[in-house]
């Protein structure tokens, strides 16, 4: 498996429907399309907010991350059916953690939804603490974060 790297222009489709796929299950559950089902996935490849892993062509992971004040927003990590429970959702987290680190930020944080439980049980063992929950796009969403430890 390749390291994330950020995706390209021509992969906006591909991107698009990795992320679809994955959130697919979630729709029964949730009682609408979450949200990165609707995302503009050019946008944020142009923006260079969109990373992939691929393999021999095929995208198999996706993140979409972006800087702002209170530190590295992971809006979206997503696994292609097919790789989901490889380890490439931690490996993603990881990379998010890592490019946080780079960019000079101190804490990453996230959301998700109030019924995605394995999704927060999974921050939680990753060290993400909730902060707050909140109604936001229709959406009710858990916010979590993890402080970055410094290094000497």
């Given at each position: 498996?390749?390291?994330?790297?950020?995706?390209?222009?021509?992969?906006?489709?591909?991107?698009?429907?990795?992320?679809?796929?994955?959130?697919?299950?979630?729709?029964?559950?949730?009682?609408?399309?979450?949200?990165?089902?609707?995302?503009?996935?050019?946008?944020?490849?142009?923006?260079?907010?969109?990373?992939?892993?691929?393999?021999?062509?095929?995208?198999?992971?996706?993140?979409?991350?972006?800087?702002t004040?209170t530190?590295l927003?992971?809006?979206?990590?997503?696994?292609?059916?097919?790789?989901?429970?490889?380890?490439?959702?931690?490996?993603?987290?990881?990379?998010?953690?890592?490019?946080a680190?780079?960019?000079?930020?101190?804490?990453?944080?996230?959301?998700?939804?109030?019924?995605?439980?394995?999704?927060?049980?999974?921050?939680?063992?990753?060290?993400?603490?909730?902060?707050?929950?909140?109604?936001?796009?229709?959406?009710?969403?858990?916010?979590?974060?993890?402080?970055?430890?410094?290094?000497?």
């Amino acid at each position: 498996m390749n390291a994330p790297r950020l995706a390209r222009p021509e992969e906006a489709a591909a991107l698009r429907d990795l992320v679809r796929a994955a959130y697919a299950p979630w729709v029964p559950l949730v009682g609408r399309e979450p949200g990165p089902m609707g995302d503009d996935y050019a946008a944020r490849i142009a923006t260079g907010q969109a990373w992939v892993v691929e393999q021999d062509g095929v995208l198999l992971g996706a993140l979409i991350i972006e800087d702002t004040t209170t530190g590295l927003l992971v809006d979206n990590v997503a696994v292609a059916r097919d790789a989901q429970g490889t380890g490439l959702g931690r490996a993603l987290m990881a990379f998010a953690e890592a490019e946080a680190a780079r960019r000079g930020h101190r804490r990453v944080w996230l959301y998700t939804h109030e019924k995605m439980t394995t999704n927060i049980a999974l921050y939680e063992r990753l060290g993400f603490v909730e902060t707050h929950r909140a109604e936001q796009s229709g959406f009710a969403r858990v916010f979590m974060a993890k402080a970055l430890i410094a290094s000497a």
